[in-house]
Protein backbone atom coordinates (compact mmCIF):
# COMPACT_ATOMS: atom_id res chain seq x y z
CA UNK A 1 0.00 0.00 0.00
CA UNK A 2 1.03 3.51 -1.39
CA UNK A 3 1.93 6.27 1.20
CA UNK A 4 -1.14 8.63 1.23
CA UNK A 5 -3.52 6.38 -0.76
CA UNK A 6 -7.08 5.12 1.56
CA UNK A 7 -7.28 1.91 1.63
CA UNK A 8 -10.34 1.42 -1.02
CA UNK A 9 -8.16 3.27 -3.34
CA UNK A 10 -6.62 0.59 -5.46
CA UNK A 11 -5.81 3.06 -8.35
CA UNK A 12 -1.85 1.82 -9.22
CA UNK A 13 -1.59 -1.12 -6.49
CA UNK A 14 -1.93 -4.80 -7.42
CA UNK A 15 -3.95 -5.24 -4.40
CA UNK A 16 -7.77 -4.83 -3.98
CA UNK A 17 -8.18 -3.51 -0.26
CA UNK A 18 -11.36 -3.44 1.18
CA UNK A 19 -13.24 -1.84 4.06
CA UNK A 20 -13.75 -4.40 6.57
CA UNK A 21 -17.72 -4.15 7.79
CA UNK A 22 -19.04 -5.36 10.97
CA UNK A 23 -22.14 -7.58 10.30
CA UNK A 24 -24.90 -6.95 12.81
CA UNK A 25 -27.03 -9.23 12.03
CA UNK A 26 -26.29 -11.99 14.53
CA UNK A 27 -25.89 -9.45 17.23
CA UNK A 28 -29.17 -8.39 16.43
CA UNK A 29 -30.84 -12.00 16.72
CA UNK A 30 -29.03 -12.22 19.86
CA UNK A 31 -30.79 -9.22 21.25
CA UNK A 32 -34.25 -10.22 20.07
CA UNK A 33 -33.68 -13.79 21.75
CA UNK A 34 -32.98 -12.24 25.13
CA UNK A 35 -35.97 -10.07 24.64
CA UNK A 36 -38.41 -12.56 24.01
CA UNK A 37 -36.81 -14.77 26.81
CA UNK A 38 -37.44 -11.98 29.47
CA UNK A 39 -40.71 -10.89 28.13
CA UNK A 40 -41.84 -14.74 28.75
CA UNK A 41 -39.64 -14.91 32.32
CA UNK A 42 -41.40 -11.82 33.34
CA UNK A 43 -45.22 -12.75 32.42
CA UNK A 44 -44.64 -16.06 34.24
CA UNK A 45 -42.91 -14.32 37.35
CA UNK A 46 -46.46 -11.47 37.74
CA UNK A 47 -48.77 -14.40 36.87
CA UNK A 48 -47.33 -17.01 39.46
CA UNK A 49 -45.81 -15.86 42.66
CA UNK A 50 -44.95 -18.20 45.48
CA UNK A 51 -47.58 -19.73 47.28
CA UNK A 52 -50.01 -19.01 44.77
CA UNK A 53 -50.49 -15.40 45.33
CA UNK A 54 -51.27 -13.02 42.74
CA UNK A 55 -48.66 -10.22 42.57
CA UNK A 56 -47.49 -7.66 40.21
CA UNK A 57 -48.95 -5.49 37.96
CA UNK A 58 -51.84 -7.89 37.27
CA UNK A 59 -55.02 -7.57 38.67
CA UNK A 60 -58.09 -9.81 38.23
CA UNK A 61 -61.39 -8.56 40.24
CA UNK A 62 -63.38 -11.22 41.84
CA UNK A 63 -66.90 -11.76 39.96
CA UNK A 64 -69.84 -11.53 42.29
CA UNK A 65 -72.12 -14.51 43.25
CA UNK A 66 -75.26 -14.65 45.05
CA UNK A 67 -73.89 -17.61 47.39
CA UNK A 68 -71.34 -15.92 48.63
CA UNK A 69 -72.59 -13.98 51.39
CA UNK A 70 -75.87 -14.42 52.55
CA UNK A 71 -77.55 -11.97 54.98
CA UNK A 72 -78.33 -13.35 58.44
CA UNK A 73 -81.34 -11.20 60.89
CA UNK A 74 -78.34 -9.83 62.47
CA UNK A 75 -76.06 -8.37 60.09
CA UNK A 76 -75.74 -4.70 59.05
CA UNK A 77 -76.08 -3.39 55.66
CA UNK A 78 -74.64 -0.51 55.06
CA UNK A 79 -74.87 1.44 51.48
CA UNK A 80 -72.75 4.35 50.38
CA UNK A 81 -74.07 6.45 47.30
CA UNK A 82 -72.03 7.94 44.94
CA UNK A 83 -71.97 11.47 46.66
CA UNK A 84 -70.53 9.69 49.82
CA UNK A 85 -73.61 9.85 51.74
CA UNK A 86 -74.56 6.67 54.10
CA UNK A 87 -77.01 4.70 54.00
CA UNK A 88 -78.61 2.28 57.10
CA UNK A 89 -81.76 0.26 57.48
CA UNK A 90 -83.22 2.92 54.45
CA UNK A 91 -82.31 5.87 56.22
CA UNK A 92 -79.68 8.37 55.44
CA UNK A 93 -76.79 8.51 58.59
CA UNK A 94 -74.01 10.15 59.32
CA UNK A 95 -71.02 9.23 60.01
CA UNK A 96 -71.13 9.77 64.12
CA UNK A 97 -74.59 7.78 63.78
CA UNK A 98 -73.21 5.07 61.90
CA UNK A 99 -70.41 4.32 64.56
CA UNK A 100 -73.30 4.50 67.30
CA UNK A 101 -75.17 1.28 65.16
CA UNK A 102 -71.43 -0.42 64.88
CA UNK A 103 -71.03 -0.21 68.67
CA UNK A 104 -74.61 -1.00 69.52
CA UNK A 105 -74.57 -4.37 66.93
CA UNK A 106 -71.55 -5.54 68.75
CA UNK A 107 -73.18 -4.90 72.14
CA UNK A 108 -75.88 -7.40 70.96
CA UNK A 109 -74.27 -9.80 68.79
CA UNK A 110 -69.93 -9.73 68.50
CA UNK A 111 -70.39 -11.89 65.56
CA UNK A 112 -72.26 -9.53 63.12
CA UNK A 113 -71.17 -9.44 59.71
CA UNK A 114 -71.20 -5.46 57.71
CA UNK A 115 -71.69 -6.07 54.63
CA UNK A 116 -70.55 -2.76 52.52
CA UNK A 117 -72.60 -2.02 49.67
CA UNK A 118 -70.89 0.66 48.16
CA UNK A 119 -72.06 2.66 44.21
CA UNK A 120 -69.29 1.62 41.49
CA UNK A 121 -68.83 5.40 41.33
CA UNK A 122 -68.04 5.75 44.82
CA UNK A 123 -63.86 6.44 45.89
CA UNK A 124 -62.22 3.49 47.81
CA UNK A 125 -61.13 5.86 50.72
CA UNK A 126 -64.77 6.10 51.60
CA UNK A 127 -65.54 2.06 51.80
CA UNK A 128 -62.10 1.71 53.56
CA UNK A 129 -63.51 4.47 55.91
CA UNK A 130 -66.88 2.36 56.47
CA UNK A 131 -64.74 -0.80 57.34
CA UNK A 132 -62.30 0.82 59.61
CA UNK A 133 -65.55 2.37 61.49
CA UNK A 134 -66.73 -1.46 61.72
CA UNK A 135 -63.52 -2.25 63.04
CA UNK A 136 -62.67 0.23 65.73
CA UNK A 137 -65.94 -1.00 67.86
CA UNK A 138 -64.65 -4.59 67.76
CA UNK A 139 -66.18 -5.92 64.54
CA UNK A 140 -63.94 -7.36 62.82
CA UNK A 141 -66.30 -9.62 60.31
CA UNK A 142 -66.32 -7.63 56.79
CA UNK A 143 -68.09 -8.64 53.69
CA UNK A 144 -68.61 -6.47 49.99
CA UNK A 145 -71.55 -6.96 48.47
CA UNK A 146 -71.67 -6.85 44.73
CA UNK A 147 -74.16 -7.22 42.11
CA UNK A 148 -74.83 -11.06 40.84
CA UNK A 149 -72.74 -11.75 37.70
CA UNK A 150 -75.09 -14.05 35.49
Known sequence: MA???T???SEGSGED?????????????IFLVLLIIFMVTSS?????APGGA??????????????????RATDL????????????????????ELKRAFAKAQEE???TVV??????????????QVMELAKSVGLGQLAIGVRDSR
Not at 17 to 29: C, K
Not at 54 to 71: E, F, H, I
Not at 77 to 96: K, M, T
Open 3 to 5: MGK
Open 7 to 9: PGD
Open 17 to 29: VGFAEINITPLTD
Open 44 to 48: VIVQQ
Open 54 to 71: QTGLKVNLPKGGTTDVTA
Open 77 to 96: SVAVLADGRFVLGGNVVSED
Open 109 to 111: NPD
Open 115 to 128: IVQADEGVPHGTVV
